[in-house]
């Protein structure tokens, strides 16, 4: 077969006797031959069609499609988010041993986010009304921002101390059973 330059079409020795490959004399290719002709165009790689694909495909999601119960947890404006001071406020007095305050506040976050009634894995939204649950309880917020990435909640994921900065928030979407409220 013989096909015009520039087609991509290569001709491959095969191993004799290799894993895979047919072995001397030719048996696997046809008529005896030791080589084989592959077409390695880049288009087909990622194509198998018999006409080029043409369809775009387009999605533009809002939050106004989910469903679920949304709650909204923000730190306060103004925090202090080092851990000596959080833990002061957590406690109502200072923390006075200035070794072991982030491991301190970890164990904390991590044993609260076992009490807490949300489930391992929450995905996050942008939006939120006035109609959606603002928690309040400091703890509450701590634990939820420090346990949450851009996009999820994860119950079960180390602390990220960083996470926790003054004003930002985290809204959860938590899903319903499909009853309406």
């Known amino acids: 077969v013989t096909k015009p330059p520039g087609l991509g079409l290569q001709r491959h020795p095969r191993r004799a006797g290799g894993v895979g490959f047919p072995r001397r004399g030719g ?23 018999s006409a080029p694909p043409r369809t775009v495909l387009r999605h533009d999601a809002s939050d106004d499609f989910l469903v679920g119960q949304r709650l909204v947890y923000q730190a306060p404006s103004l925090l202090d988010t080092s851990p000596a001071a959080l833990l002061e406020l957590l406690d109502g007095r200072p923390w006075a041993d200035g070794r072991g305050v982030e491991a301190e ?22 939006q939120c009304g006035a109609e959606h649950r603002l928690c309040s309880e400091l703890l509450d917020v701590l634990t939820v921002l420090a346990k949450s990435s851009a996009h999820v909640y994860l119950r079960d994921k180390e602390p990220n101390l960083a996470a926790i900065r003054s004003g930002r928030r985290a809204i959860l979407l938590l899903p319903t059973d499909g009853r309406p409220s």
């Open 27 to 49: 048996a696997g290719l046809p008529h005896g031959r030791e080589t084989c002709e592959t077409n390695i165009e880049a288009g087909s790689l990622l194509h198998n069609m």
């Open 105 to 126: 506040l970890r164990r904390r976050l991590s044993a609260h986010a076992r009490e807490l009634a949300l489930p391992a894995a929450v995905p996050l939204v942008d």
